[in-house]
């Protein structure tokens, strides 16, 4: 069984340009969560979706990020324009609803 | 909202037992969970605990749960380098939202 994909893996961008992270579930897993890891605030739960529908938004830092979920096996976090602060590790997890979340590898983010 | 706290470091020295401890405030929380993450990868599923049980055995991995004192614990029995990582407690309030703790850095030593 494949995991939880993420694209790409590691991503190097200067500040004021847009990245698109992404990220394809576990077949079958109807809930996709995305979150950040930074030293400083460690694993922060950003956004998620349930049978592709944005459920809470809350830790979404601000306008420049979106994300969607245009179909049950594909997710987008897009940042634009990106700053330096938005360095991080930026995860995508799924799940069936209220079961066990499953990590992709991550995809380390860094804006000069 | 929901608080879990856990202590930013632990070293063990190989072949003894480990013990990682994690404080929680919602006592509504279903599912407390136990993540690994050793440097550069992800997040992975070690185990969990329903609420309704006071403790889950998994090979040399067992976690206790005190509901009253909202208290979660990982014991590692015999543990190896390959222990070394970073340990997420991480429990379910509302919904499907997780809250993680700051992460315990387990270093083994020989």
């Known amino acids: 069984d494949a995991g939880v994909i993420q694209s790409p893996r590691h991503e190097v961008t200067e500040m004021g340009q847009e990245v698109t992270l992404r990220c394809k579930p576990i077949s079958g897993h109807n809930s996709l969560f995305w979150y950040r890891q930074t030293m400083m605030r460690g694993l922060e739960l950003l956004i998620y979706f349930n049978n592709n529908v944005p459920i809470d938004d809350s830790g979404m830092p601000e306008d420049r990020f979106s994300a969607k979920m245009p179909n049950a096996s594909f997710s987008t976090l897009k940042i634009q324009p990106s700053e330096p602060r938005d360095s991080a590790v930026y995860f995508c997890?799924?799940?069936?609803?209220?079961?066990?979340?499953?990590f992709g590898p991550g995809t380390r983010l860094l804006v000069l | 909202g929901e608080d879990v706290e856990q202590s930013l470091f632990l070293s063990v020295r190989e072949g003894d037992s480990s013990v990682i401890n994690c404080t929680y405030t919602d006592s509504s929380s279903t599912y407390l969970y136990w993540y690994k993450q050793e440097p550069g990868a992800g997040l992975q599923l070690l185990t969990y605990?329903?609420?309704?049980?006071d403790m889950k055995q998994d090979q040399r991995l067992t976690v206790l749960l005190n509901k009253k004192d909202k208290h979660l614990s990982l014991r590692i029995a015999d543990t190896q380098t390959g222990d070394s990582a970073i340990y997420f407690c991480a429990s379910t309030g509302g919904g499907n939202k997780l809250t993680f703790g700051t992460g315990t850095q387990l270093k083994v030593e020989l």
């Open positions: 605990i329903f609420s309704n049980m």
């Open positions: 997890a799924s799940s069936r609803t209220g079961e066990t979340q499953y």
